[in-house]
T-cell receptor, first 115, second 113 residues
């Protein structure tokens, strides 16, 4: 049982390049989300999805795109990378019903540097 | 403006003593609160949660207290152990936004042997 798998773990991009951060979960969770972590800012929600074919914006969506074609996968696309997008990105998944912790499982993160 | 704030960026405590982490929130619609623990190079892992209908929840060495009138919650770790050294995040959600969590900035805890 792999949980939430994120690839790659590290990435360096040049300003203006595009790339896709991959996220896959094998727990049949309906809900998936992407967060970015910056020093002193905690984790901020970028985009989320409550099921295949349904996505919505979070707190900091600009410069990012998502799609959810299957329950398992929720890729995050950087359209034209900027230095302000240098951050650690976490993907998370959970069941939709509220439980003691939503069954919220995080991936191990992707550290992205934009130069 | 941050709706969830952890005003202490770091905390150092001796092994065996109590660690107290604090968290304040401004959104009165928040009704569910969680604490996550994060080690370097890993994703956050769930630690303990509390609903707004309660003022205390306990799980082993971890206790969370909620003061709704003050919009304040705290996490107590007793006794603290070296393995508790990590970054702790407070998070909150409201009934109208199920599953969407708002996180605080985190508190780095160092437990000295």
């Amino acid at each position: 049982n792999a949980g939430v798998t994120q690839t790659p773990k590290f990435q360096v991009l040049k300003t203006g390049q595009s790339m896709t951060l991959q996220c896959a979960q094998d727990m049949n969770h309906e809900y998936m989300s992407w967060y970015r972590q910056d020093p002193g800012m905690g984790l901020r929600l970028i985009h989320y999805s409550v099921g295949a074919g349904i996505t919505d914006q979070g707190e900091v969506p600009n410069g990012y795109n998502v799609s959810r074609s299957t329950t398992e996968d929720f890729p995050l696309r950087l359209l034209s990378a900027a230095p302000s997008q240098t951050s650690v990105y976490f993907c998370a998944s959970s069941y939709l019903n509220r439980g003691s912790n939503y069954g919220y499982t995080f991936g191990s993160g992707t550290r992205l540097t934009v130069v | 403006d941050q709706q969830v704030k952890q005003n202490s960026p770091s905390l150092s405590v001796q092994e065996g003593r109590i660690s107290i982490l604090n968290c304040d929130y401004t959104n009165s619609m928040f009704d569910y609160f969680l604490w996550y623990k994060k080690y370097p190079a890993e994703g956050p892992t769930f630690l303990i949660s509390i609903s707004s209908i309660k003022d205390k929840n306990e799980d082993g060495r971890f206790t969370v207290f909620l003061n709704k009138s003050a919009k304040h919650l705290s996490l107590h770790i007793v006794p603290s152990q070296p393995g508790d050294s990590a970054v702790y995040f407070c998070a909150a959600s409201d009934t109208g936004a199920v599953n969407k969590l708002t996180f605080g900035g985190g508190t780095r805890v160092l437990v000295k042997p």
